[in-house]
């Protein structure tokens, strides 16, 4: 059984390496395996996790899943979380990036709200402590929804059905109807979105035959090829800041040189194209990759990795070994229910479809 120093140091010795990582043909002792694995990785706990200070209760739950779905939080009407984190396919959108008001595109790719929660912070350069603070980003955000937070309580407070949601979901508050509580609401709700059950998280608590030899052998290789330095944890990722290109930078047609990445948030000098890591939880659903959303394929997304962050040039089966193990991070999708939300009234804002002048 290796420790987690142990790993340290072989990623440490992989990227002063060049040469092909050979795949070990000797079949997989699943204790060894396991014990490893134990080491670097947690299940999606079966509880449900619940935000610092943020209690979760059914009705705030509810409230949050209409937000979530609300397309009039956005001035044109046309545009809710959902619509870039779309619970139907993974989380995400599919698109390499996302587009928003008056089909303005934005500059990253849409990462996946399933399993957010786990993240150390949210958005690829983390400038989001939380999912509430997060909340609030896109919907103020001229190209994605392009509200004001004054918008978006005339809309709540237009529709009794939202002021009556509200006075439950918030009980005791003179005024329930804030901001605030729209990004609470919201975070509650995200905060059910995991995905338990991967066929890896069975094999972690003990099941041997959930997965076959090869996505074994990924599995070793992912863990001593020095992958699983960035991506560890409960989220397989999510936990920690990286520069893109440890070793050898891609091109710019991967890494656009204009997104420094966590510079812009620190503006300190070493976090230029530093991100933080995504979870590689359902990463097979949730192409295309890279903040830039430039590659489409896994297997490519893989190779790029190994030359990119550990200076390895990955013999083809061993990227298939570690593409089949990626897709037993594939956990149970959330099953949630489209809500019924409430029509507009006589009070209800107009959309709006103007876009902003360019400053």
Request: negative net charge.
């Amino acid at each position: 059984m290796k420790s987690k120093l142990a790993y340290a140091v072989s990623a440490v010795a992989l990227l002063l390496a060049t040469p092909a990582l050979a795949q070990d043909a000797t079949p997989i002792n699943d204790e060894e395996l396991r014990a490893d694995a134990q080491l670097l990785f947690e299940p999606i706990p079966t509880v449900q996790p619940a935000p610092e200070g943020n209690p979760i209760t059914r009705e705030k739950v509810e409230l949050g899943k209409m937000l979530f779905f609300e397309p009039r939080l956005s001035s044109s009407h046309l545009f809710s979380c959902n619509t870039c984190h779309n619970l139907g396919i993974g989380g995400v959108d599919g698109l390499e990036v996302s587009v928003g008001h008056g089909w303005q595109t934005g500059p990253r790719n849409a990462p996946t709200v399933f399993n957010a929660f786990f993240n150390i912070a949210q958005f690829w350069d983390g400038r989001a402590a939380d999912l509430a603070e997060q909340a609030k980003g896109p919907i103020q955000a001229a190209v994605e929804m392009n509200a004001t937070p004054d918008r978006v309580l005339s809309v709540l407070n237009s529709l009794p059905q939202y002021q009556q949601r509200f006075a439950l979901a918030f009980p005791g508050e003179a005024d329930p109807v804030t901001f605030d509580n729209v990004a609470k609401a919201i975070e509650v709700f995200e905060a059910t979105l995991i995905t338990p059950g991967a066929r890896f998280d069975q094999y972690l608590e003990g099941n041997n035959a959930v997965l076959n030899e090869t996505e074994k052998q990924g599995l070793r290789l992912f863990m001593d090829s020095g992958c699983a330095s960035c991506h560890n944890g409960v989220n397989v990722g999510g936990g920690e800041y990286y520069a893109f290109g440890v070793v050898e930078q891609p091109g710019a047609d991967i890494l656009p040189r204009d997104d420094k990445g966590r510079f812009a948030v620190t503006e300190t000098a070493t976090d230029e194209y530093v991100f933080r890591a995504p979870s590689l939880r359902n990463v097979a659903l949730t192409a295309p990759y890279f903040h830039s959303g430039k590659v489409w394929d896994l297997t490519q997304a893989v190779g790029v990795m190994a030359t990119a962050q550990l200076g390895a040039e990955l013999e083809g089966t061993e990227v298939e070994a570690i593409v089949a193990f990626l897709h037993t991070l594939t956990g149970e999708q959330p099953d949630v229910t489209y809500p019924i939300l409430p029509p507009n009234s006589s009070t209800t804002p107009r959309p709006e479809l103007i876009v902003p002048a360019a400053n």
